[in-house]
């Protein structure tokens, strides 16, 4: 096993285990303000300090840490499924079918996806929901890209001929013969998307378009400390470092998982 | 050639129309829209008021219509007034433009600068300490976001430490420099946000770099080189370098779209007057036409910036002849 992989791993299965036991770890509510005990530093009562309202700041972050990542995943997922949808039938099919899907490609690619995601959800309104469809409308196309190519080089292979030969059907073809195939290159972008999707989420949030109040998010208790800065810079530090964390392990997964999927940089 | 960028240009056409038919179907997602958000929560506006202004600005043709009508303004290089101050939109984003690309610009020019130098020292010492470092130093810059260490800088370089400008493209005396100190401004104001666009970019550049020189070094030609006695030198710097580069050209036009409209929480940090700051400007009030002109303005330069980085792609690479 690829070390890259192994740290991003043991780094992104901490933070996930974190959200999971989240309520476990904390024995304050994340949404209880004690206005006594507002802008607290890091000490032993709140090892994270407080926020402006007299929320621990450990518990919101352990609980932001469900939100994005729950944010990042969904995100992912959907857009691997649309870009497997429209990669796969895309590069089986070719002809008119795939120039039609790659002119959508081509669309996708020269608008600034950032300011895509930034118009729908102004137009749409920024519910957690809308976000992680948002974000995986606009970001299935290197997916797509990749399955299309990958599709375009299995296919021609014999067995694949063979299928056809025995009759099986096109979409069985399709789903039970090509993609278990060239599911290497689809993990390593759903890794990275993973970590675009986190970091989207909070650079919506930082405009205040993100995931919104009361649901933590580490982009909406950044961008709600980010007012303090000067005097408590706890609450602009520990979300940074946690949105760092998720994004790096993820990439550094993505990238192990590349150089290992590509046969042209193997040692 | 010709034919190619003949063909090339008439495949524009498709994809420019795609996304102003996207962009203008997500822009009137929300029912009501400009007027709605504008002037409904405003009581002194009457329900015949609000007819009277949907009509002024065509918004209450059916949407094809409004389409339509917008894209025949279009053909006539005409992208409409601003809702907001009435002012032509070509006017605001040539105004914007310059700002945009003098910091884009920069900061790709640092970026493959530092990246080729990156990744080709990385790859002739693959798996080194040095290597190793600069992976993760340059692997951090992509994870860490951008705007969180945008306000990490601000707080240490000019609160902390006042000596970095954190806003704005030049001084308040601006008007009253001679024309070298004018440049001197410009360039000091643009130090952190090339630095954090930077950091952030290095990675993508000098890995690739720092792949493609790996699979050079690895050809029969450069084995040959070795063979013929050539100095190692000559050989990184004459057939390597040059070879390994060559892909990076596509790579930067690729990186063309997220510059020109994708900067604009940056641009917002940093009070930098560009492009992607109106374009979100226009989103944020439902400024229609502006929102439309940016998209079909930042569209057509990316285009055009992946059409040049082919056509340079296709001189520096004999082995390429586009038909």
């Known amino acids: 096993m690829n070390k890259m992989v192994l740290i991003g791993a043991i780094m992104a299965g901490l933070l996930v285990f974190t959200a999971v036991i989240a309520p476990a770890l904390t024995k304050y509510d994340y949404r209880a303000q004690n206005l006594s005990e507002r802008l607290l530093p890091p000490g032993a009562r709140h090892i994270m300090g407080t926020d402006e309202l007299g929320r621990d700041l450990f518990s919101r972050m352990v609980y932001g840490a469900r939100v994005s990542m729950t944010v990042g995943v969904i995100a992912v997922l959907i857009s691997t499924i649309i870009g497997l949808l429209i990669g796969s039938i895309a590069g089986y099919f070719g002809g008119i079918i795939d120039s039609t899907a790659m002119r959508l490609v081509d669309v996708m690619l020269t608008i600034p996806t950032l300011f895509l995601i930034l118009m729908m959800v102004v137009f749409l309104g920024p519910s957690i929901i809308n976000i992680m469809i948002i974000i995986g409308l606009t970001s299935w196309t290197d997916i797509a890209r990749i399955i299309r190519a990958e599709v375009m080089s299995v296919k021609k292979t014999a067995y694949v001929d063979a299928a056809r030969l025995i009759g099986l059907g096109r979409a069985r073809i399709i789903i039970r013969h090509i993609l278990p195939n060239i599911m290497g290159p689809v993990f390593v972008y759903m890794t990275f998307g993973i970590s675009g999707a986190i970091l989207t989420e909070s650079g919506l949030s930082f405009l205040g378009l993100g995931v919104q109040p009361p649901y933590p998010s580490w982009g909406n208790i950044l961008t709600a400390g980010k007012d303090y800065i000067s005097t408590a810079w706890w609450l602009v530090l520990f979300p940074g470092i946690a949105i760092f964390m998720a994004v790096f392990s993820c990439n550094i997964m993505g990238e192990g998982l590349r150089d290992r999927f590509n046969p042209r940089i193997k040692d | ?323």
């Open chain 2, 1 to 323: 050639m010709k034919r190619y960028l003949i063909k090339r240009m008439i495949l524009m056409i498709p994809v420019i129309l795609g996304i102003t038919v996207i962009t203008f179907i997500i822009i009137h997602l929300t029912p009501g829209g400009f007027v709605k958000t504008n002037m409904e929560m405003n009581v002194k506006v009457s329900p015949g008021a609000m007819e009277h202004l949907k009509a002024l600005y065509g918004l209450d043709k059916p949407l094809y219509a409004q389409y339509l009508d917008w894209l025949s303004r279009l053909a006539r290089l005409d992208f409409g007034d601003s809702f907001i101050d009435n002012r032509p939109v070509i006017d605001k984003v040539l105004e914007r433009l310059p700002a945009t690309l003098l910091l884009n610009i920069t900061s790709i020019f640092v970026i493959f600068i530092l990246g080729t130098i990156i990744g080709v020292t990385g790859a002739l010492r693959r798996n080194s300490v040095y290597d190793r470092i600069m992976t993760f130093v340059t692997f951090t810059g992509y994870s860490v976001p951008a705007f969180w260490l945008a306000l990490i800088m601000m707080m240490l370089f000019a609160v902390k430490f006042p000596i970095l400008p954190v806003s704005g493209i030049s001084s308040i005396n601006y008007e009253m420099m001679g024309p070298f100190e004018k440049i001197l401004d410009v360039a000091w104001h643009m130090v952190l946000p090339v630095f954090i666009t930077a950091f952030g970019g290095l990675a993508y550049i000098s890995r690739y770099v720092k792949s493609s020189m790996v699979e050079v070094l690895s050809r029969q030609y450069i084995t040959a080189a070795y063979a013929k006695g050539m100095k190692e030198k000559e050989i990184i710097f004459k057939s390597a370098l040059k070879n390994s580069l060559m892909p990076v050209v596509t790579l930067l036009g690729l990186s063309l779209p997220g510059i020109i409209g994708g900067s604009f929480i940056f641009e917002t940090i940093f009070a930098w007057p560009g492009m992607g700051r109106l374009a979100y400007e226009a989103a944020m009030s439902f400024d229609y036409p502006v929102i439309m002109g940016t998209v079909t303005i930042a569209a057509a330069l990316t285009i055009l910036g992946n059409l040049l980085a082919d056509i340079a792609y296709a001189m520096i690479d004999p082995r390429i002849r586009y038909k």
